[in-house]
């Protein structure tokens, strides 16, 4: 019997044997039924320490200590497990994950509602959670990928761009900080009739709202997803009672940062078309920056 097996057993689950998953989190999320009937999910990430178990430990927080008090809808944590070697949570699986073409407009401003109540949350105490690079996208490196962007043109557009890395750490940084989700895209967001709900909170912790945005609206680009932007950051500034217009200008710099400095990694992830689609992002959000600057 695998670890996952027996952990299924003492957490009184029937795992679904088709449903085996992972992702880029690293985690095996395992899907099944519990003795009433009612759907649930295995999360489990096999790690003794450094950055997986620091990050299977901060879900755990999360869920145990924060994810009653944030405004927002999160799964229910049902039972957990930590050993030397692993960390466990069994959760709630309300509704169902969506790709982001099958978004409906309703969906993406009750995105940009929740996210203004989530970053409206009182930074929490304690060292767990994350501390992302004050404005700057994590993983990001525009030495690394600057020879990335060759296609016709790009080279040249985007020349200014990673001359000046700084400036667009600046504009993200004209947002106060706040509690961020940390992985805010439509992979880790269930939809159900009475609202989103909110998985995945493994790398949880502090950074500039403009990055969660634009996180968002990046990692729906492969797709051809068009996600309302522009009434996304209306609705989340109404919320805040922030500048609309300032806070646009940072999330779009928070995007093409994310698109030129770290996206590059992940390109063998994406299809041709979706490859294809992120370059015309970036070249149209590079033309912006460089307009309205």
Known sequence: MTTVDQ?????????????????????????GTRADGTPAVVKIRFAESGFDRV???????????????LGIKTPELLAHHQSDDCVAILLSAPGTIRPA????????????????????TPVPDGGLWRHAPDGEVPGSDPDRWRSYWDRPGEAELFAPIFDDPGALTAAVRAQPFCFNHGDCHTDNILITEAGLVWADWQV????????ELAF????????GATPPLAEIIKLYADRRGLDAAELARSVLA???????????????????????????????????WLTEV
């Open 7 to 31: 952990l299924a057993h003492r957490f009184g689950i029937v795992l679904d044997p088709d449903s085996v998953s992972g992702g880029l989190s690293g985690s095996a999320v395992r899907r």
């Open 55 to 69: 990050a299977a430990e901060r879900e755990l927080t999360f869920y145990r200590e924060l994810a009653g008090d």
């Open 101 to 120: 073409p099958d978004w409906t407009h309703d969906h993406w401003l009750a995105l940009a509602g929740d996210l203004a109540a989530l970053h409206e």
């Open 204 to 211: 949880a912790g502090f950074g500039r709202p403009a990055g």
């Open 216 to 223: 968002a609206a990046g990692r729906a680009a492969p797709s």
């Open 254 to 288: 928070a995007e093409l940062s994310t698109a030129l400095f770290a996206w590059p990694a992940y390109a063998g992830y994406n299809s041709s078309a979706g490859i294809d689609r992120v370059h015309g992002r970036a070249v149209d959000l590079a033309r912006r």
